[in-house]
């Protein structure tokens, strides 16, 4: 029997980490702006068959592990039994001693499952799964279950324009269940035009959901718009784009209308008529997030799709993408300079996957900061590769060292799984331990008042005032 890894002060290493913690931290609710939940398992209150469905399926984090480990494809994503996929993933877990993956998975399985007394391994998988599947079973461990447990108070799922959000209304219209979820509008699909026949058929699919009949730019710009007012009418605040780089290329008028027309059509684009396009609608998306007072998000060098074999066998999102590298700087300035000069630029947030990028944007954002909305743009939470101990604390420093840490909106998870609310646990330790151990060594001031009131408002109440959200439980002051 081993240890307890996941103990009441992990991750806090000195009496003023944990006083931080336990004291401001540890009962905040969880505002999760940015993830993947599929909105239709909560509207449907789904229940989990067993620990495969809810914690393996969709996780590509897990699966791109479990292949560097050697485990053969068909106990990862192929005809294996749910029992042999997490038998196998129960034998790669000791192989993953300093990755952030470990500490995850352990403490998802303390919370919500209250398991901590055993590290998962092969010796301990099938009591584990025996033991987390009968919790299933309750209705406590439905997808709402596991939300309320978790004490999360407001999501923001991620949708195309397309999307009816019929799960959406749903769930707001069912007055049993408190917590919030909310679209956020994704429409990277309405910029893709490098690919012409996915982006023909997309357009054929953005008529049918806004009644409207798209012959012209014209058209195509009525019909996004129509739809980015039936997302605010349905609780939309937040936009969000999965873009390599910011597109801030010179266009006409005359240009996008020749471009529009040719990739409506179905014919291939020179790769300075795709940049011309996609700089043209990002503009077009900021403008009308600013309209509406929305907030919105960019989340930028993300290399896809890299294994072609993966990607021809399984489709994207399947643990074949990296870290990418593209010119930021330039674009970026170019992109949020114009909307500033003219006065449309909105609260904005921006992530890169590249951590070398950390410096780069928190001095950009600074250029373009105004008030009275505190931290009107930031340096998003260290994203997917970076979400990671030494990634967070990069990013706080960057955001600390050239920009403000106190305005931050704090950590997302990101996720397709409804056990990843730990993440905002373990940003919340790491924070802690981050500013006691500064405490300790007298670079801050020994005033539990007044740090603990910044872990406060950068764990919980600095995203309930920045995205405007309303009714949402007040933390202690």
């Not at 038998?87 to 790669?92: K, N, R």
């Not at 309320?148 to 195309?160: A, S």
């Amino acid at each position: 029997m081993a240890d307890a890894l996941i103990t009441k002060d992990f991750m806090l290493e000195s009496e003023a980490a944990a006083r931080l913690y336990h004291d401001y931290a540890e009962e905040l609710p969880v505002i999760d702006y940015h993830c993947h939940l599929p909105p239709a398992q909560i509207a449907e209150d789904h229940r989990f068959r067993n620990m495969t469905e809810v914690w393996l399926r969709g996780d590509h984090y897990k699966w791109r592990l479990m292949r560097t480990a050697g485990v053969a494809e068909r106990l990862i994503t192929g005809d294996a039994s749910d029992w042999e996929k997490f038998a196998a993933w129960a034998e790669t877990m000791p192989k993953l001693l300093r990755n952030p993956i470990y500490h995850w998975s352990h403490m998802e399985l303390k919370r919500p499952f209250g398991i901590s007394d055993r590290l998962l391994n092969a010796d301990t998988a099938q009591g584990i799964w025996e033991e987390c599947n009968a919790l299933l079973a309750k209705p406590e461990f439905s997808a709402r279950g596991i939300m309320r447990q978790m004490n999360v108070v407001l999501v923001c799922t991620t949708d195309d324009p397309t999307d009816t959000l019929e799960h959406h209304q749903a769930i707001a219209a069912d007055a049993s269940f408190a917590i919030r979820v909310l679209p956020a509008w994704r429409p990277d699909k309405a910029m893709a035009v490098e690919d012409p026949a996915a982006f023909r058929a997309w357009v054929q699919k953005l008529e049918a959901a806004s009644a409207t009949t798209i012959r012209s730019l014209s058209d195509f710009r009525q019909a996004l718009r129509k739809r980015h007012e039936f997302f605010h009418a349905n609780g939309c605040r937040l936009s969000d784009h999965g873009i390599e780089t910011f597109y801030a290329e010179p266009y006409s008028e005359a240009a996008l209308r020749r471009i529009f027309t040719k990739a409506r059509s179905g014919n291939t684009l020179a790769p300075e008529e795709v940049l011309q396009f996609k700089s043209a609608m990002l503009y077009e998306f900021a403008v009308m997030d600013f309209e509406r007072g929305w907030t919105q998000q960019f989340h930028i060098c993300a290399l896809r799709n890299n294994n072609r074999r993966l990607f021809r066998a399984l489709g994207p999102d399947v643990g074949g993408d990296s870290i990418g590298e593209w010119p930021v700087a330039i674009p970026m300035s170019r992109f949020l300079g114009r909307l500033d000069e003219e006065g449309k630029l909105t609260r904005t947030i921006v992530y890169s996957l590249n951590p070398a990028h950390n410096a780069v944007l928190a001095s950009m954002v600074g250029n373009f900061q105004e008030g009275p909305a505190a931290g009107k743009l930031q340096v998003g939470s260290a994203w997917w590769f970076n979400d990671h101990a030494h990634g967070m604390l990069d990013h706080l420093d960057a955001v600390s060292d050239m920009s403000l840490l106190s305005p931050f909106v704090g950590m997302l998870t990101d996720s397709r799984s409804f056990l990843s609310y730990t993440r905002h646990e373990y940003f919340r330790r790491l924070l802690c331990n981050l500013l006691g151990g500064e405490i300790e060594r007298g670079l801050l001031p020994r005033d539990f008042g007044l740090v603990g009131g910044l872990v406060r408002d950068v764990c919980y109440r600095n995203a309930a005032r920045y995205f405007g959200f309303q009714g949402l439980p007040q933390s202690k002051p």
